[in-house]
């Protein structure tokens, strides 16, 4: 069973009724499951917590569902995460935008089964798991600066981080995480890089 391997699922819904019934089933199933409410919940707990699956509405409060999806396409943390919509939102071209932006699946809630849900999530995460990397086992790091070593201070001023390396919203150290681009098929290895606070989720 895929869910026996602890893939984490975050679901991004704000009908309560809705979230209960794929929580339970797919806690059931075996998956962890984490819960957003709104859009901008769903968008840090989407970029921090690393889920391996975003289940994804897209009318919610804060921020639409279409602008999550696109944030997380651009971003190298998230830019491989498979996202299926799961929306009352069925149109053809509401259906071909969420595809164009990179949705992986694109579900209708009226008829879409829990069950076909389910289904739908064991098979791209199986994608996933069978992905070739280039290098298996790299992965996403967090690396904390010294603020007086070498281009340290440069490094502040040229990515607009003040030179104390500390979050300008709640004042918490922060760090610079790389993720290792698994698309790039070249010799060598390249790697997409940003600042974050582990502690308010602040991107710099």
């Known amino acids: ?44 707990k989407a970029l921090n917590s690393k889920p391996d699956l975003v289940l994804l509405d897209l009318v919610l409060p804060k921020i639409n ?18 996202i299926i919509i799961l929306s009352n939102r069925g149109r053809e071209d509401e259906i071909e935008k969420g595809l164009r ?11 879409a089964t829990p069950t076909h849900v389910i289904e739908k999530i064991q098979k791209h ?12 086992g790299v992965g996403s790091y967090r690396v904390a600066i010294q603020p ?20 300008n919203q709640c004042g918490s150290q922060i760090f610079l995480e790389i993720t290792y681009d698994h698309t790039f098929s070249g010799s060598g290895n390249r790697f997409f890089a940003q600042f974050t606070c582990p502690r308010c989720s602040k991107i710099y």
């Open 1 to 44: 069973m895929e869910g026996a391997r602890k893939f984490r699922i975050l679901i991004i819904e704000d009908d309560p009724m809705i979230q209960k019934v794929y929580h339970d089933k797919l806690s059931i199933e075996g998956y962890h499951v984490d819960l957003a409410r709104d859009g901008e919940e769903g968008m840090n």
């Open 65 to 82: 569902g279409f602008y999550i999806l696109s944030e997380l396409r651009k971003n190298p943390r998230t830019q491989l995460t498979p």
């Open 101 to 111: 932006l990179g949705a992986d699946d694109y579900l209708v809630k009226v008829f």
């Open 125 to 136: 995460l199986a994608k996933t798991r069978s992905r070739p990397y280039s290098k298996p």
């Open 148 to 167: 007086s070593k070498f281009d340290a201070p440069h490094l502040a001023h040229d990515f607009g981080v003040n030179d104390s390396y500390s979050c």
